[in-house]
């Protein structure tokens, strides 16, 4: 399969040939909504292109990617837009005409009405399954990246990071998978720019703010501007009858520039002010800031960037505090700062781990800087 470079090229070749070129522009990470509005209108223009490209989509194994999801639209709904198309009356494949067997001309009128409604709905579901079907961009262990997207919002991916991206007329969704990112959004009272988390969906209409997902807790950050944050909080038990049930009570938040607040399992945290908000995207340019953080979460953030992990074994040593900038992807100077503490060992495991480890007897200090 290959792509085509230029619009005579793509009206010179066969339908599959175009399929395949189709098929190569929607997968491609630079796809953009132009481009998926092009391919509609190709696709629309006979069954036969329907039926070219379902085959190239199955041949690749699209349709049975668990990333891939079909739209929530109702049947009735597509049916509907499938009988209004303007798609050609084609019967699907390129079999032989079938001979016409006698009869009254309504039978033939019934099978050509068949085999245009089949094709139509086949373009819709198609159609609409590409159009809603998410962008998905994602970074490595120690990779970090930017992403602009169609309306001029630019998202910045940390290291092991994953998004989705879903564009409509009315509404811009990204999907944190895992991860963080910084996200600078470009003003359009029209659609609303929402983030979900998994915890809690994060709004702004034009602003700069970070978010930070991690197993247990997801950090909000404002850099600049207002974000609204949404999410279902545990409700207190309300009576029915003669029990209490609790009922869960969605729970809103307002951030302004130099607050953060912190979502987990229990809710949602007061917002906080932030001191100095250079740290919260230090990152950008591979730097850790830590400001009086236990050696445990400093460890913690060193192996978000290398696949080498530093491992705190001591429980001494893990609650003291740490106060310093590393570079993220040089942790053999922290390891060098770490080896320099009295009492502290450092070694490296059969894996390639950095163990850290406080003998029995040894203190440390309470500070490290």
């Known amino acids: 399969m290959k792509r085509l470079n230029s619009p005579d090229a793509i009206e010179s070749a ?21 481009d998926r509005e092009a391919f509609a209108a190709w696709v629309r223009r006979s069954p036969e292109r329907v039926e070219a490209y379902l085959r190239v989509t199955m041949m690749m194994g699209t349709l049975q990617s668990k ?14 837009a499938a009988r209004a198309s303007s798609a050609e009356i084609i019967p699907l494949g390129r079999s032989q005409p079938m001979a016409r067997a006698p009869g009254p001309s309504a039978s033939v009128g019934a099978r ?5 409604s089949v094709a139509a709905i086949c373009c819709v579901l198609v159609v609409a399954w590409l159009l809603w079907t998410p962008q998905r961009f994602q970074t490595e262990i120690g990779e970090q990246r930017s992403v602009l997207l169609g309306d001029g919002s630019l998202i910045t991916l940390n290291t092991a990071s994953e998004i989705e991206v879903k564009l409509t007329d009315g509404r811009r969704l990204i999907r944190l998978v895992r991860g963080e990112a910084l996200f600078e959004v470009a003003h359009d009272s029209q659609r609303p720019f929402d983030v979900d988390t998994g915890k809690a969906v994060v709004r702004a209409v034009g602003t700069r703010f970070n978010i930070d997902r991690r197993a ?19 409700g207190k038990p309300q009576p029915s009858g003669h029990e209490a049930v609790a009922v ?17 399992e229990a809710g949602m945290s007061e917002p906080e002010h932030i001191a100095d908000i250079a740290p919260v995207t230090a990152w950008t340019q591979r730097q850790l ?13 060193f192996n978000r960037y290398n696949r080498q992990h530093i491992l705190i074994e001591s429980p001494r040593l ?13 942790s053999a100077s922290f390891l060098a700062f770490i080896a320099n503490i009295p009492g502290v060992r450092v070694t490296t495991s059969a894996a390639g781990h950095h163990v850290v480890s406080l003998p029995e007897g040894g203190e440390g200090p309470k500070v490290l800087r």
């Open 14 to 34: 066969t339908v599959p040939e175009q399929a395949a070129h189709w098929w190569i522009v929607l997968h491609e990470e630079s796809c953009t909504r132009e």
């Open 67 to 80: 990333h891939r999801k079909w739209p929530d639209t109702p049947p009735d709904e597509l049916i509907r």
């Open 112 to 116: 050509r009405f068949t085999y245009a």
């Open 216 to 234: 247990d807790r997801t950090t909000v950050s404002v850099v600049q501007g207002k974000v609204q944050v949404m999410t279902e909080q545990p």
């Open 248 to 264: 869960d009570a969605p729970a809103t938040e307002f951030l302004v520039e130099a607050q953060r607040l912190v979502v987990t």
């Open 289 to 301: 800031v830590f400001e009086n953080r236990s050696l445990a979460e400093v460890a913690e953030e």
């Open 318 to 330: 893990r609650t003291q505090s740490v106060t310093g900038v590393f570079q993220a992807n040089d």
